[in-house]
């Protein structure tokens, strides 16, 4: 796929990764669609690309809003070249404090939000042999990362639908991909309500991952991981299991320690 005069469609458009990806693709002569929940926020955003592209506010929980919003894209500005299922949300807690409230709603956002939008851009794409679809994951979607079991099952879930589908479309002419960010500079660990704190590995700017989503889409590549470096991770942990659960366990001393039963 080539940027150049494509359309595409970001989620999770408004800020962070999901603006840095529309800024991108602008940049590179695509059309752009953008959703997200704040409409006034697109708005803005659309404005500052210079009016190239559309606006379509949904929340991609809701299948009927998101799929109208990626119909309404798609009849503005035509068929949906390459989608980008980057809405996201985290959550940072043990599971044994954590509501099974969050573990629905993470999973709600993260992952059936990205089965919705890829449900309604698929068929064209089959039909004409072209396109591109490309899911922000996540690092923690390839490590179980301890205190984000939420938010780790869910970008899991995104992995597995990604690698079962780039299989599934192999002889299709759509292309499949799967950007898996470390920790990102954005307002997502505010969001979450649990600052990032830990000095290694240091957050990267959400233009870095923008770039990930670039080279995915224009070589084709089912998995980038960026920073490149966080790949020694996800190997250490399948060659050597005990090792890297020896790390986490590590890393996380302190967290483990005040979450540990008072003696009896």
């Known amino acids: 796929m080539r940027w150049e005069g494509s359309v595409t469609v970001v989620t999770?458009?408004?800020?962070?990764?999901?603006?840095?990806?529309?800024?991108?693709?602008?940049?590179?002569?695509?059309?752009?669609?953008?959703?997200?929940?704040?409409?006034?926020?697109?708005?803005?955003?659309?404005?500052?690309?210079?009016?190239r592209g559309a606006v379509a506010p949904a929340d991609v929980t809701d299948e009927e809003a998101l799929t109208h919003a990626l119909t309404s894209i798609a009849a503005e500005l035509g068929p949906i070249d390459i989608l980008v299922n980057n809405a996201g949300i985290g959550h940072y807690g043990a599971v044994s404090s954590t509501d099974t409230a969050v573990f629905e709603k993470l999973m709600a956002v993260n992952y059936y939000g990205t089965v919705y939008a890829t449900k309604v851009v698929?068929?064209?794409?089959?039909?004409?042999?072209?396109?591109?679809?490309?899911?922000?994951?996540?690092?923690?979607?390839?490590?179980?990362?301890?205190?984000?079991?939420?938010?780790?099952?869910?970008?899991?879930?995104?992995?597995?639908?990604?690698?079962?589908l780039s299989v599934e479309l192999s002889h299709s002419g759509v292309g499949v991909s799967m950007v898996n960010p470390?920790?990102?500079a954005t307002e997502f660990f505010k969001a979450r309500g649990h600052p990032y704190s830990r000095?290694?590995?240091?957050?990267?700017?959400?233009?870095?991952?923008?770039?990930?989503?670039?080279?995915?889409?224009?070589?084709?590549?089912?998995?980038?991981?960026?920073?490149?470096?966080?790949?020694?991770?996800?190997?250490?942990r399948h060659i050597a299991p005990l090792l890297y659960r020896w790390g986490a366990a590590r890393s996380f001393s302190d967290e483990l320690a005040a979450t540990a039963p008072e003696d009896a």
């Not at 396109?131 to 079991?149: D, K, M, W, Y």
């Open 12 to 51: 999770g458009a408004s800020r962070g990764i999901g603006e840095a990806v529309v800024r991108a693709a602008a940049r590179r002569g695509a059309k752009v669609g953008l959703i997200a929940r704040s409409e006034d926020d697109l708005n803005t955003l659309l404005a500052s690309i210079g009016e």
């Open 122 to 164: 698929l068929p064209e794409m089959l039909r004409r042999h072209r396109g591109h679809i490309v899911n922000v994951a996540s690092v923690a979607g390839r490590l179980g990362a301890p205190f984000e079991s939420a938010y780790a099952a869910s970008k899991f879930a995104v992995v597995g639908l990604t690698e079962a």
């Open 182 to 184: 470390g920790p990102v």
């Open 199 to 236: 000095a290694f590995p240091r957050p990267i700017p959400a233009s870095q991952v923008a770039e990930a989503v670039v080279r995915a889409v224009t070589d084709d590549r089912l998995e980038v991981t960026v920073p490149t470096w966080l790949e020694l991770g996800v190997i250490t």
